[in-house]
């Protein structure tokens, strides 16, 4: 996958070109937002938000600011914010418009082929592996996420939150990596995890 810095760099720069013409809007915290009823292009200044899947309400992502939405690529989802919220928005048809005015076209190619690439890896992952692959797999994403977002959510919520699998077979396998000493989790919050034993 692509790089996490070039990506960032890149979602600035679309920013940057987008942004005279965007206004300011700023959402509470658990605002929804429906992407493909309003055809808005969102750039989230500052905050964080999870994008929802509208028929399973389980989350697909969380994501911490500086981040673009609204990109048309995903049907049947929705935004919520998971703190106050700064976006600057315009709608698509305009901010793609001046994307191809600014020649952004490749650098948004690159934010597009990056995000693609993390759905279908996350698609992998919960087709092509057994339920308690997925739970480890899961726990190395959350052991991975900025800290803000490690230490605000607990595992079990975490998971069943982007997997939708039973919280009684969630706690079993949480319950067999702790004995096993593979996770070290403290009042529901992963503290350490032994990735190569994962």
């Known amino acids: 996958l692509a790089d996490n810095a070039k990506v960032i ?9 987008l942004s005279p013409k965007s206004e300011k809007v700023c959402y509470e915290e658990n605002s ?9 292009f969102y750039m989230l200044l500052e905050g964080e938000l999870t994008i929802r899947s ?26 919520q914010t998971a703190s106050y919220a700064v976006f600057r928005v315009l709608p698509r048809e305009q901010a793609f418009e001046i994307i191809t005015q600014k020649n952004l076209w490749q650098v948004m190619f690159y934010i597009i082929h990056n995000y693609a690439g993390k759905v279908c890896q996350w698609n992998n ?7 308690y692959e997925v739970i480890c797999e899961t726990l190395k994403r959350l052991d991975e996420e900025p800290v803000n977002i490690k230490y605000s959510i607990t595992a079990l919520q975490y998971i069943q939150e982007k997997t939708g699998l039973s919280r009684s077979y969630i706690l ?10 593979k996770v070290t989790i403290q009042r529901g919050i992963l ?3 032994k990735h190569t034993e994962l």
Do not use: P, W
């Not at 929804?32 to 808005?40: G, M, P, R």
């Not at 509208?54 to 935004?79: F, K, N, P, Q």
């Not at 079993?172 to 000493?181: A, H, M, P, Y």
């Open 172 to 181: 079993k396998v949480i319950g067999e990596l702790k004995v096993q000493k």
């Open 9 to 17: 760099k890149c979602i600035r720069e679309i920013i940057a070109g």
């Open 32 to 40: 929804l937002i429906f992407l493909n009823q309003k055809k808005q």
């Open 191 to 193: 503290t350490g995890l």
């Open 125 to 131: 992952i919960l087709t092509q592996m057994s339920s």
């Open 54 to 79: 509208r028929d399973r309400r389980h989350i697909i992502a969380r994501l911490v600011s500086t981040v673009i939405c609204g990109l048309g690529i995903m049907e049947d989802v929705y935004l």
